[in-house]
């Protein structure tokens, strides 16, 4: 929890003292070696060693996997799909977008099995959680206009609602920065504000979110409520 906390404020040399510590006491257990290396991914690619995440998120997914995917216990099959999932942003951050595709769809097989709605070691996993992911790297990839197509799409399906305000919150903060290199700060400052409404410490208090903010609001095209959420931020 605290690396997870520490990622989200960008304070990465930290937060890997806390992941190095977290790995310590979980020794001897694989399930919670395998959830903490969730958090190890997430800070090697903060801190700009994506090649390096790639390799060790692969190497922990296939640890936790079970055997036959199609008889494998929910809650291991969420961490190995969490697992992959950070592999495959990794592989968008250097470019390696055939790789990036193919650790998505298999994240996917996994999801089908857990369905959506379930929260199991936190991760959130789940069929639309993938999805989520799947925008996420086509945006890493530079596909901005993609990325906003699918999640126009996604946003109309019942498991939405099922993905944790947090991750959501998180999530559309990215959908911004998409809608923002399409060309359309108007979509850009509506999902922050729904980002706002769904989670407020993601804008207020993180610098990926106080970024775009500030970015949003210098476009001549933001919406007024933007413009009055710097104001209150003082993010401008």
Request: some cysteine; charged content about 20%.
């Amino acid at each position: 929890m605290t690396a997870s906390l520490l990622v989200k404020l960008g304070a990465f040399d930290v937060a890997w003292l806390a992941v190095d510590r977290a790995m310590t006491a979980a020794t001897g257990d694989r399930v919670l070696v395998a959830a903490t290396a969730v958090q190890l991914g997430q800070v090697l690619r903060g801190s700009g060693r994506a090649r390096v995440a790639k390799s060790v998120m692969l190497t922990a997914a296939y640890r936790i996997a079970p055997p036959v995917i199609e008889y494998g216990p929910p809650a291991e099959l969420s961490l190995c799909g969490t697992l992959l999932v950070q592999a495959a942003l990794a592989a968008a951050c250097i470019g390696d977008d055939r790789s990036a595709v193919e650790l998505v769809d298999e994240a996917a097989e996994m999801a089908a099995q857990v369905g959506d709605g379930h929260d199991h070691h936190r991760t959130g996993f789940g069929a639309t959680a993938v999805e989520l992911a799947r925008i996420t790297v086509a945006l890493e990839l530079g596909d901005a206009e993609a990325a906003v197509a699918w999640h126009e799409k996604l946003i109309m399906r019942d498991g939405w609602r099922w993905v944790p305000a947090e991750h959501r919150a998180a999530y559309l903060i990215d959908v911004a920065r998409a809608y923002l290199q399409a060309d359309d700060p108007v979509n850009a400052g509506r999902v922050l504000m729904e980002a706002h409404r769904t989670a407020p410490a993601e804008i207020h208090h993180r610098p990926a979110g106080r970024d775009i903010l500030a970015q949003v609001a210098r476009d001549p095209d933001a919406p007024a409520t933007i413009t009055q959420l710097v104001d209150m931020l003082g993010t401008g």
